[in-house]
Each structure stands twice: as C-alpha cells, then as structure tokens.
C-alpha cells in the first residue's frame, strides 16, 4: 500500500517485536533490534486503552529516529498455524490506523 507512516513503532515486550517481525512485508528472516529513542515517544494509540485502560503490550511511537544499540537472537516464534491465524485477522481489520 501507499500509506505514508508519521512514525516510528516499537515495543518493550520481546513476544510482540516478535509477531511484528514475522508478520512484516518480505521474505527475509525476523530481525529485532535492540533500540533506544532519541527523542520524545508516546504510548501507541493503535493498540492502547482499546479493551483495557493502559499501555499493557508496552507498545510506543516517535517521530524521533530510533538509535540500534543491539539485536535480540533469542525469542519464542509463532508456529505456522498461529501465523496464520494472525494474517487472516489483519486481512479482515478494516480498522482505521492512527497515524
């Protein structure tokens, strides 16, 4: 799609880089990386305060860029079936982004 972003995503929860990473356009292998902000951020309003009050998935976005101070190697990847599962349910949200 065209969709120009305004900003930046990141999360502090390893599982949730993870699933972003697998379900990211292209081919290639997951990547996350380890990163710091370097300037302001805000919780994420695509997924915050939706169900629960809160920033539970500790999910954030800047318009700052993000400074790469590692990578993660190790997490728990989602099985095929689970992958899945979350294609077909991004496919049917018709849900509007925040940008």
């Known amino acids: 799609s065209g969709l120009k972003m305004n900003h930046i995503y990141f999360t502090a929860v390893i ?3 993870g699933l972003a ?3 990211a356009k292209g081919d290639g292998s997951e990547r996350i990386y380890i990163v710091e902000p370097t300037g302001d951020f805000e919780n994420d309003p695509n997924v915050t305060d939706k169900k629960f009050p809160g920033n539970l998935t500790r999910s954030y976005r800047s318009q700052a860029p993000l400074k ?3 990578e993660a190697t190790e997490w728990l990847r989602q099985t095929p079936e689970d992958l899945r599962r979350w294609q077909e349910k991004l496919a ?6 925040i940008n």
Request: a negative charge.
């Open 68 to 70: 790469i101070v590692g």
């Open 92 to 97: 049917d949200n018709k849900g509007e982004i």
């Open 21 to 23: 990473a697998a379900l």
């Open 15 to 17: 599982s949730g880089a």
